[in-house]
T-cell receptor, first 115, second 116 residues
Framework: DTGVSQDPRHKITKRGQNVTFRCDPI?????LYWYRQTLGQGPEFLTY????????KSRLLSDRFSAERPKGSFSTLEIQRTEQGDSAMYLC?????????????FGEGSRLTVL | AQSVTQLGSHVSVSEGALVLLRCNYS??????LFWYVQYPNQGLQLLLK??????LVKGINGFEAEFKKSETSFHLTKPSAHMSDAAEYFC??????????????FGKGTKLSVKP
């Protein structure tokens, strides 16, 4: 399968713990996006990478959140000192730079539950 | 700034009936518009997209949507609902400004239920 891969699919943690999610985009896709989806809402943009450069961060991305894409391939999203409000589905998407259609290819998501 | 409004958070239809999910957008530039479907505990799958050209676009699973600039709408339809269509549907517009060009701005979604 050469789609977008996310790991882990589910994570249950206690408030105050740190968690990290990984995203492997489709190979040769230069653009990588992180979204957050809470119950009853559509996906909300968190941050965007063009290769290894993080070009934009949403105001939703508080100081407790950090994302990296060190070699322009996979990306990680870390949440420090988790809070119950962080419970959500975290979605990763990728697209090629040369795409004129704007379609994003999504992974299956990582569901976080903070107790 | 671009935005998307989906009218109706829940829509229920009988199997075999017409499906109509409504989407209105706001954009100061010609929009790229998308419909995605999400099944429980899964990611988003592209149903169809409008970029330029023909305003009636056909997608997978028998769905289609029509771009109407005068109404700023991009409603999703399917002539005959199937039980397997039960899912959540998201309309999205492509962001065409700022550092994250290419980002999609999503509506809040419409959950489709299909009754036997």
């Amino acid at each position: 399968d050469t789609g977008v891969s996310q790991d882990p699919r589910h994570k249950i943690t206690k408030r105050g713990q740190n968690v990290t999610f990984r995203c492997d985009p489709i190979s040769e896709h230069n653009r990588l996006y992180w979204y957050r989806q809470t119950l009853g809402q559509g996906p909300e943009f968190l941050t965007y990478f063009q290769n290894e450069a993080q070009l934009e961060k949403s105001r939703l991305l508080s100081d407790r959140f950090s994302a990296e894409r060190p070699k322009g391939s996979f990306s990680t999203l870390e949440i420090q000192r988790t809070e119950q409000g962080d419970s959500a589905m975290y979605l990763c998407a990728s697209s090629p730079t040369t795409s004129n259609t704007g379609e994003l290819f999504f992974g299956e998501g990582s569901r976080l539950t903070v107790l | 700034a671009q935005s998307v409004t989906q009218l109706g958070s829940h829509v229920s239809v009988s199997e075999g009936a017409l499906v109509l999910l409504r989407c209105n957008y706001s954009s100061s530039v010609p929009p790229y518009l998308f419909w995605y479907v999400q099944y429980p505990n899964q990611g988003l799958q592209l149903l169809l997209k409008y970029t330029t050209g023909a305003t009636l676009v056909k997608g997978i699973n028998g769905f289609e949507a029509e771009f109407k600039k005068s109404e700023t709408s991009f409603h999703l339809t399917k002539p005959s609902a199937h039980m397997s269509d039960a899912a959540e549907y998201f309309c999205a517009v492509r962001q065409n400004w700022g550092g994250s060009q290419g980002n999609l701005i999503f509506g809040k979604g419409t959950k489709l239920s299909v009754k036997p």
